[in-house]
């Protein structure tokens, strides 16, 4: 079954669900109409299904590999990246003043989704770029956002992020790299970085990388560190390309999937590079890249989600095994009653996770547009939700995508497996789900909870109103945002943050689970017919998972804590 970019579904949330009519209200995003961001995602959507689509299983099958210290991609990534570049698709959000088209990050967020979904390994190199031009847009120079800013949003040179070292993996604080100052007003740059995705490519002209070191006098841990831009070719002060730097890849890993995506083992042996930021600031500065890149991956896991979603329709409407009794039915596995819930929560969780993250997004834009501090405090508490939920969702549905498929799922020709390889790392890298949930119940509940509260009294004060006209399914709503109100209050009141620490996955995916139940009927309010079917099969199905989430929550840490190491040894 080729891929269908969800063009109508995306549309729908950002019309009906979680109101892009706010963000094309304001002065700042007053061009992005119904009508405009409708075209720019029919256009995105067929180069996804046209392009893209066809790239993801060359990926897998011919990876990325280093031959005599150059990196070759897959076959056809280069062509399917240029048409990315062309079409103006790396620079979506970026700044008009540098060539970007100034778009909303619900929009950006939309395609970039779609793109996952058709060819994620590829499509994970632009948004890598994307993150950069945002913390270079915020933090750098005048001179470097000049150099730099209008080639990375065309496409011509390409992004990534340089932060994890092999003693320091999430322990960002504990890395070696090392920036001695040139005198010139540059610095060398010393060091090793590893998990460095799209470290070098053959496709763009050069590749600026953003390098985590620590100055002679910077102190140890995250105060100490310095954000540096390291191009691998150094530009010449007229903007052309002049010499390679002291740098090399040494290696590419070999991974469990995403294979078409180089993931690098980057040195740094006296690299040229300039300062991003203030010394000693560099955490700020790329923090604004990560908190970019977390609601990307997010929205990779979710994009991952609807092609093995769409895989598995595929093989269902066209297995037939064993008799139902369905009458009328297709004669197909899709009569099968089994067949057909993991079918139906795997498009009901979809639908949640994708209105979570472009939820999200409205808020980032809303932030931004307005100066508004309780939507930037929104954008803060959603993101790592939405970069959890839709990195579990895309898990869940790949797996759920190759039980489908039963034993052919197992059998690498049909590609349901490739769907769960390539989604699995999306819950490690940006910050494991765990360190999202564990920033969720302490920096985002800094605030005594007040954006959390904000938002479960909004869901609330939908679901009363929502009581005379789908009373069932309003009332499930109603009494989970309670639930989940009660929760919140005892995260706030726990002072030993380990007891927090304890409950945080759970409390964040029962916050996900609630909003998804929100986001469904705020769904079926708006249209009824799939909308309503969809929201029932979520509300009774899927929503009730929050009670024994809540429950796990709540325990604290005692009961973990009570197992000593010699415990945990089998």
Request: aromatic share 6%; glycine share 12%.
């Amino acid at each position: 079954m080729p891929y269908r970019a969800p063009v109508t579904d995306h549309s729908f949330i950002l019309n009906h669900v979680v109101g892009l009519d706010k963000v094309s209200a304001t002065p700042l995003y007053a061009d992005a109409t119904p009508d405009m961001v409708e075209a720019i995602l029919t256009e995105a959507g067929r180069l996804c299904e046209d392009v893209l689509a066809p790239l993801n299983r060359q990926g897998d099958l011919h990876p990325a590999v280093l031959e005599n210290g150059v990196v070759r991609t897959s076959p056809g990534f280069g062509e399917g990246y240029t048409a990315i570049a062309e079409g103006g698709w790396v620079g979506m959000s970026a700044d008009p003043e540098n060539g970007g088209m100034g778009l909303p990050m619900a929009v950006t967020t939309s395609v970039n989704e779609m793109l996952a979904g058709a060819c994620l390994s590829l499509q994970l190199n632009p948004l890598m770029t994307q993150g950069q031009i945002e913390a270079l847009e915020h933090h750098a120079s005048d001179a470097l956002k000049e150099t730099y800013l209008p080639k990375l949003i065309s496409g011509a040179w390409s992004g990534t992020m340089n932060l994890t070292e092999p003693q320091a993996g999430s322990d960002v604080g504990a890395l070696r790299s090392k920036a001695e100052p040139n005198g010139d007003g540059s610095y060398a740059i010393s060091g090793q970085k590893i998990y460095i995705s799209w470290g070098d490519n053959d496709f763009t002209e050069n590749v600026c990388h953003l390098v985590l070191a620590r100055l002679p006098d910077g102190v140890e841990g995250t105060k100490g560190i310095s954000l540096f831009m390291v191009p691998k070719l150094i530009p010449n002060e007229d903007g052309t390309l002049g010499e390679h730097n002291s740098l090399r890849v040494v290696s590419l890993e070999h991974k469990m999937g995403l294979h078409g995506s180089p993931t690098a083992v980057m040195q740094y042996d006296g690299a040229k590079g300039w300062l991003v930021g203030a010394p000693h600031a560099g955490m700020a500065a790329m923090f604004t890249m990560m908190n970019n890149a977390r609601l990307g991956v997010g929205t990779q896991g979710i994009g991952a989600a609807e092609g093995a979603y769409q895989h598995a329709v595929g093989y269902a409407l066209d297995r037939k095994q064993g008799k139902t009794m369905v009458e009328g039915g297709t004669g197909t596995i899709v009569d099968h009653a089994d067949v057909r819930r993991m079918l139906g929560v795997m498009r009901a969780d979809i639908f949640a996770s994708r209105a979570i993250a472009l939820a999200c997004a409205v808020a980032i834009d809303m932030g931004r547009a307005t100066g508004d501090q309780s939507w930037q405090a929104r954008a803060a508490f959603l993101t790592p939700i939405a970069k959890a939920f839709g990195t579990d969702v895309g898990m869940d549905v790949a797996q759920q995508g190759v039980q489908v498929h039963g034993g052919m799922g197992f059998i690498e020709e049909t590609g349901a497996a490739q769907y769960s390889r390539d989604v699995r790392v999306t819950a490690i890298y940006e910050g494991t789900n765990g360190i999202q949930a564990m920033d969720l119940v302490a920096r985002k509940l800094m605030d005594g909870g007040e954006a959390a509260f904000a938002l479960l009294d909004e869901m609330e004060e939908q679901a009363e109103a929502a009581k005379g006209t789908m009373p069932e399914l309003a009332n499930a709503v109603w009494q989970a945002c309670e639930t989940l109100r009660e929760a919140t209050e005892w995260m706030v009141a726990q002072k030993d943050y380990n007891n927090r620490f304890a409950g945080a996955v759970p409390y964040l995916r029962a916050f996900a689970r609630v909003l998804g139940g929100h986001f469904h009927l705020t769904a079926a309010l708006a249209e009824g017919g799939t909308r309503q079917k969809l929201a029932q099969l979520y509300i009774s199905r899927l929503l009730p998972e929050h009670m024994g989430l809540i429950q796990q929550a709540k325990q604290g840490a005692d009961d973990l804590f009570a197992l000593s190491t010699d415990d945990l040894v089998a």
